[in-house]
């Protein structure tokens, strides 16, 4: 499980995916979410400008859990 430390009050599933190095850059993000399986808290998910707060968490295939925290 990877954490992603924020100090704003949402962040969102493209800034997590790059944060956490699932994928290596913002353009990368749109396909990466076409192709994978991306759930946030249990739900598919492939808008990479998804609103995430403290709390939630992603689950991607191939590379685990990602929870976001408050900083």
């Given at each position: 499980?990877?954490?992603?430390?924020?100090?704003?009050?949402?962040?969102?599933?493209?800034q997590v995916?790059?944060?956490?190095?699932?994928?290596g850059s913002?353009?990368?993000?749109?396909?990466?979410?076409?192709?994978?399986?991306?759930?946030?808290?249990?739900?598919?998910?492939?808008?990479?400008?998804?609103?995430?707060?403290?709390?939630?968490?992603?689950?991607?295939?191939?590379?685990?859990?990602?929870?976001v925290k408050?900083?």
């Amino acid at each position: 499980m990877r954490e992603v430390a924020i100090s704003t009050e949402y962040i969102t599933l493209g800034q997590v995916l790059k944060l956490a190095d699932v994928v290596g850059s913002g353009g990368e993000v749109k396909a990466f979410l076409q192709e994978a399986s991306v759930k946030v808290n249990g739900e598919p998910e492939n808008r990479r400008g998804r609103k995430l707060v403290p709390g939630d968490t992603v689950d991607v295939t191939g590379f685990g859990t990602i929870v976001v925290k408050a900083r």
